[in-house]
């Protein structure tokens, strides 16, 4: 009689090392190689026996998917975009000219902040569990909107990710650098000081710099950083405090816990800030 046992059959890591220990020596033949695994990944996520389409925003990621999934198809592609009042947070111009330039068919839902207040009664029969992403409100007006269409629909999720896009990814260790060297009470004093001043007055602040030196919501950003100064220890809690929208979940769900991830593992991961040299971005 067999026994079942557990057994790891793939880990990122492994994929990591090796490819450090094969790097390209020719632009070409990366961006070559990369355009034939683009290609191949969307020709197989559009192997559907229902109606197919794309979520469009007009970024990189989701134009790129666009882009591959028109040159793969005999006829235009169905695509959707979502659009806002408020022009800070539209983005739908954007998706209008790339699919203009794709030639697909497009299709554009309008969202007022009326119709955004009214939905999120209903978010947690939606998504069945706590989700803190704020895309979760224009995500339910999209597929809303696509599924009068299509029955299946690729996006550019998770591009980000895989390619590095976020800005925590090499803003990281430069945060860390600027303050690193300071003993710890020193930096608690000047994270206490930070937010010994309110939200309104930092973004009061704000609109009195040139134009060149203002940050988007520099009160809220100042007080993350304020946490920050006073609770990191190295740069994996720094990296960790930039992925968490709140410092410990239980304050939002009660009886919750953070999970542990693989930067709890001593095991296998050394402090970051010990590396020799930067992460080099692509």
Same mark, same amino acid.
């Given at each position: 009689?067999?026994?079942?046992?557990?057994?790891?059959?793939?880990?990122?890591?492994?994929?990591?090392?090796?490819?450090?220990?094969?790097?390209?020596?020719?632009?070409?033949?990366?961006?070559?190689?990369?355009?034939?695994?683009?290609?191949?990944?969307?020709?197989?996520?559009?192997?559907?026996?229902?109606?197919?389409?794309?979520?469009?925003?007009?970024?990189?990621?989701?134009?790129?998917?666009?882009?591959?999934?028109?040159?793969?198809?005999?006829?235009?592609?169905?695509?959707?975009?979502?659009?806002?009042?408020?022009?800070?947070?539209?983005?739908?111009?954007?998706?209008?000219?790339?699919?203009?330039? +794709? !030639?697909?068919?497009?299709?554009? /839902?309008? $969202?007022?902040?009326? @119709? =955004?207040? #009214?939905? %999120?009664?209903?978010?947690?029969?939606?998504?069945?569990?706590?989700?803190?992403?704020?895309?979760?409100?224009?995500?339910?007006?999209?597929?809303?909107?696509?599924?009068?269409?299509?029955?299946?629909?690729?996006?550019?999720?998770?591009?980000?990710?895989?390619?590095?896009?976020?800005?925590?990814?090499?803003?990281?260790?430069?945060?860390?650098?600027?303050?690193?060297?300071?003993?710890?009470?020193?930096?608690?004093? +000047? !994270?206490?000081?930070?937010?010994? /001043?309110? $939200?309104?007055?930092? @973004? =009061?602040? #704000?609109? %009195?710099?040139?134009?060149?030196?203002?940050?988007?919501?520099?009160?809220?950003?100042?007080?993350?950083?304020?946490?920050?100064?006073?609770?990191?220890?190295?740069?994996?809690?720094?990296?960790?405090?930039?992925?968490?929208?709140?410092?410990?979940?239980?304050?939002?769900?009660?009886?919750?816990?953070?999970?542990?991830?693989?930067?709890?593992?001593?095991?296998?991961?050394?402090?970051?800030?010990?590396?020799?040299?930067?992460?080099?971005?692509?």
């Amino acid at each position: 009689m067999r026994s079942l046992a557990q057994k790891t059959y793939w880990q990122l890591t492994d994929v990591a090392n090796s490819g450090s220990e094969n790097l390209f020596e020719d632009e070409t033949e990366a961006v070559e190689l990369l355009d034939s695994m683009l290609r191949n990944s969307v020709e197989q996520q559009s192997v559907a026996d229902v109606p197919l389409g794309a979520f469009l925003s007009g970024g990189v990621d989701s134009s790129l998917i666009t882009a591959l999934m028109q040159d793969q198809s005999n006829r235009p592609i169905q695509t959707f975009t979502v659009g806002f009042e408020e022009a800070a947070f539209d983005e739908s111009p954007y998706a209008l000219a790339v699919a203009k330039h +794709l !030639g697909t068919d497009h299709h554009e /839902l309008r $969202v007022t902040s009326k @119709d =955004a207040l #009214n939905i %999120i009664p209903s978010l947690p029969e939606i998504y069945d569990e706590p989700f803190s992403d704020s895309s979760q409100i224009p995500t339910y007006f999209i597929c809303q909107a696509a599924r009068q269409k299509v029955t299946v629909a690729l996006s550019g999720d998770a591009g980000d990710e895989l390619f590095g896009g976020y800005n925590r990814y090499f803003w990281g260790r430069r945060i860390w650098n600027k303050f690193a060297w300071l003993p710890p009470s020193l930096r608690g004093l +000047l !994270g206490k000081g930070i937010s010994s /001043l309110s $939200v309104d007055t930092w @973004d =009061a602040m #704000n609109h %009195i710099l040139p134009s060149h030196y203002r940050v988007t919501n520099l009160g809220n950003k100042a007080y993350k950083m304020a946490y920050r100064l006073e609770q990191v220890k190295n740069l994996d809690d720094l990296y960790q405090s930039l992925v968490m929208i709140w410092p410990e979940g239980k304050d939002i769900v009660k009886q919750s816990k953070r999970l542990p991830t693989t930067l709890d593992d001593t095991s296998i991961v050394k402090d970051i800030s010990e590396a020799e040299h930067d992460p080099i971005i692509i």
